[in-house]
T-cell receptor
Framework: GENVEQHPSTLSVQEGDSAVIKCTYS??????FPWYKQELGKRPQLIID?????GEKKDQRIAVTLNKTAKHFSLHITETQPEDSAVYFC???????????FGSGTRLQVQP | SQTIHQWPATLVQPVGSPLSLECTVE??????LYWYRQAAGRGLQLLFYSVGIGQISSEVPQNLSASRPQDRQFILSSKKLLLSDSGFYLCAWSPTENYGYTFGSGTRLTVV
């Protein structure tokens, strides 16, 4: 099955700086890679996703890049704000199980 | 628009007692449905997924089970809870396996 590794586990940045979270996946047939944001005690919410036919996607301050050859994808948040503080999860579609496999999460803390 | 309902929000149950968590989706038909569990401060573990009525794929230990008695209803059950069953249970749906999930609000289960 799919294996997704996510780094770093914690990340602290100053407000206004950029934050980058990286994930690698094992299933070369995976073709869908979403990112979720989970605030404390709340449900995860989809913030951006990318498909394997695209190398980069951007939505305002958030962007995701995908390198299929190296089997890794990254989340980039620019001009971070305190409300960006949360746990972020990457995921990859497991073609064998027809479900998403999630990374272990990154706790992002934006210091004002 | 589509909505997902999950209840109860919190539950405290003694070891050995039964469990029933329910999830329903509105505004769509034949959704893919999922149950995930999140231990405190941890990632998301896939428990069950279903691509249609009566079709359940299991990823977990034997003391949990899932059923899909109706197209938009997904139920997680246990006959006898263990301490290790404590966690945050999340139901999710997607239109197909190549789309991101929308999660329910979650059930925080504490087994005492």
């Amino acid at each position: 099955g799919e294996n997704v590794e996510q780094h770093p586990s914690t990340l602290s940045v100053q407000e206004g700086d950029s934050a980058v979270i990286k994930c690698t996946y094992s299933d070369s047939a995976s073709n869908y890679f979403p990112w979720y944001k989970q605030e404390l005690g709340k449900r995860p919410q989809l913030i951006i996703d990318i498909r394997s036919n695209v190398g980069e996607k951007k939505d305002q301050r958030i962007a995701v890049t995908l390198n299929k050859t190296a089997k890794h994808f990254s989340l980039h948040i620019t001009e971070t704000q305190p409300e960006d503080s949360a746990v972020y999860f990457c995921a990859a579609r497991d073609t064998g199980r027809r479900a998403l496999t999630f990374g272990s999460g990154t706790r992002l803390q934006v210091q004002p | 628009s589509q909505t997902i309902h999950q209840w109860p929000a919190t539950l405290v149950q003694p070891v050995g007692s039964p469990l029933s968590l329910e999830c329903t989706v509105e505004g769509t038909s034949n959704p893919n449905l999922y149950w995930y569990r999140q231990a405190a401060g941890r990632g998301l573990q896939l428990l069950f997924y279903s691509v249609g009525i009566g079709q359940i794929s299991s990823e977990v230990p034997q003391n949990l089970s899932a059923s899909r008695p109706q197209d938009r209803q997904f139920i997680l059950s246990s006959k006898k809870l263990l301490l290790s069953d404590s966690g945050f249970y999340l139901c999710a749906w997607s239109p197909t396996e190549n789309y991101g999930y929308t999660f329910g609000s979650g059930t925080r289960l504490t087994v005492v």
